[in-house]
């Protein structure tokens, strides 16, 4: 019973998922949103190679 349960909640949360991108996108479509590019944002690091740190304990 309980896994049952646990499997309809992750479908309720894809849904609220779901629904916050429709809406997002809905807002997109239909209004003057601002947008940024990566750049914009993060200045001259968005065009940087990313590095890999091994060590960093997200292990």
């Known amino acids: ?4 349960k646990n499997l309809f909640l992750v479908k ?3 849904l609220y998922d779901q ?6 996108e809905k807002r997109l479509l ?3 949103v601002a947008t940024f590019s ?3 944002v ?7 190679v990313p590095t890999i740190d ?3 304990g997200w292990e």
């Open 19 to 24: 629904i916050a991108d429709l809406l997002a």
């Open 38 to 40: 990566d750049s914009e």
């Open 42 to 48: 993060r200045g001259a690091i968005a065009n940087e």
């Open 12 to 14: 309720v949360e894809d």
């Open 30 to 32: 239909n209004e003057k």
């Open 1 to 4: 019973m309980e896994e049952k």
């Open 54 to 56: 091994e060590e960093d």
